[in-house]
């Protein structure tokens, strides 16, 4: 198993590999040279299931598809506003696409390499370049400002009440004004000494952005001054090593009603109450890549390429998919009666909500699916890591 860690120290951050990370992590951590948190065990690299024939019961099919570049070492979502659809790619490039017939309105360069994206929100759009930029464009392409955040951002901004939120790997939440990209408001939330390299998200609801962290907590967060409303404890870090403590919440939290939904690695996946933070439910599970979930059900993604089904009402197990292990699984979403997730090889699995079966699939690029499928409309947007954008419909 091959983890993207970081070693924090105050404002000091390192990328790991999987070799190199016993060495610095010790070193970081001090007195434990001869700590090696990773066993021959985690070592070991596990083959990806072989996918076996379907007999398919949904009709799916390629709408339209559109190159927009290679997502490179970053995640990279398609972003809806109306009948546009907004694509990234990390050598600068952002696209307007038309929803429905996949007609390129505009491609413009935003002047830097982008490692987040994309936000949309009043009428702007918004990417994160590197070095910790923050741009806007507006609706026709014409770049509106630029301005610094504290260090490198992951996320996608998010965008709300004439303001665009982000957060930055220092762990540092901040509001922009929409308009002139002035800060209205900062909030930094502690940050554990080992994380994963991951892309923790946020999302806004009413008058309060709900941001995942590290360190297993869940934040939410007042849109008018960035003071902390309540937070909750999505994964608990336990073990006795940095590496075992590892519980960052992971990908998009999920706003179904009055309950928002999430998951963690080596932590638990559980739905919690909207206004307070207080816990509904939860369940042990480890998961990179976030949730999905629709009136009746939270779906998730495990570590393992597992995908379970709760029910949103008391958390009980619905149903569990193991067929498709190994296989990176993007974090899954709820597209009519199906439950859509992608893969490594850039497949995309439609299973049934119902009892998880397969009903469907459609293979793209042969590419990884790293973010979440997006729904717009009838159709399923997917963005592959090298680039390619595809709307899918299913009859």
């Not at 009948?83 to 017939?101: C, E, F, P, W």
């Not at 597992?306 to 990176?328: C, F, H, M, P, T």
Request: with cysteine; net charge positive; charged share 20%.
């Amino acid at each position: 198993m091959a983890l993207n860690l970081q070693v924090n120290n105050r404002s000091v951050f390192m990328r790991l590999s999987t070799k190199l990370s016993a060495v610095l992590v010790a070193s970081v951590l001090a007195g434990c040279s001869s700590w090696n948190p990773f066993s021959s065990k985690t070592e070991v690299k596990n083959t990806p299931a072989a996918l076996t024939d379907i007999k398919p019961s949904l009709n799916v099919k390629q709408v339209w598809t559109v190159q927009v570049g290679s997502a490179a070492n970053y995640v990279f979502s398609p972003a809806v506003s109306g009948t546009k659809i907004y694509v990234a790619a990390a050598d600068g490039t952002l696209l307007k696409i038309d929803a429905l017939s996949g007609r390129t309105d505009w491609r413009i360069n935003a002047g830097m390499r982008l490692t987040g994206g994309v936000g949309v929100g009043s009428e702007q759009i918004f990417v994160a370049g590197e070095k910790g930029h923050l741009l806007s464009f507006s609706g026709d392409g014409q770049l509106r400002w630029k301005i610094q955040d504290t260090t490198e951002i992951l996320s996608a901004p998010v965008v709300a009440d004439d303001q665009v939120i982000v957060r930055s790997i220092d762990n540092k939440i901040s509001a922009y004004s929409v308009a002139s990209g002035v800060r209205k408001w900062s909030a930094e939330r502690p940050l554990p000494p080992l994380t994963l390299r991951a892309v923790p998200g946020m999302v806004v609801a009413g008058d309060q952005v709900i941001v995942a962290l590290p360190g297993g907590r869940m934040s939410a967060l007042s849109m008018a001054n960035g003071s902390l409303r309540w937070e909750a404890v999505v994964g608990e870090p336990k073990g006795s090593t940095e590496l075992e403590r590892v519980a960052d919440v992971s990908g998009l939290p999920v706003v179904v009603g009055n309950d928002v939904c999430a998951t963690s690695y080596q932590g638990r996946v559980g739905c919690f109450d909207l206004q307070t933070g207080a816990a509904r439910w939860a369940k042990k599970l480890s998961s990179e890549v976030g949730v999905g979930g629709d009136e009746r059900f939270v779906f998730a993604a495990d570590v393992n390429g597992g995908i379970n089904a709760y029910s949103r009402n008391g958390g009980g197990s619905v149903w569990k998919n193991d067929k498709l292990s190994y296989r990176k699984l993007s974090a899954p979403v709820s597209f009519g009666r199906a439950v859509a997730v992608g893969d490594l090889a850039g497949y995309v699995h439609f299973l049934s909500r119902e009892d998880g079966s397969f009903i469907g699939r459609i293979a793209t690029d042969g590419s990884q699916i790293l973010a979440a499928p997006v729904v717009a409309g009838s159709n399923l947007i997917i963005q592959t890591k090298s680039g390619l954008v595809v709307a899918l419909a299913t009859e």
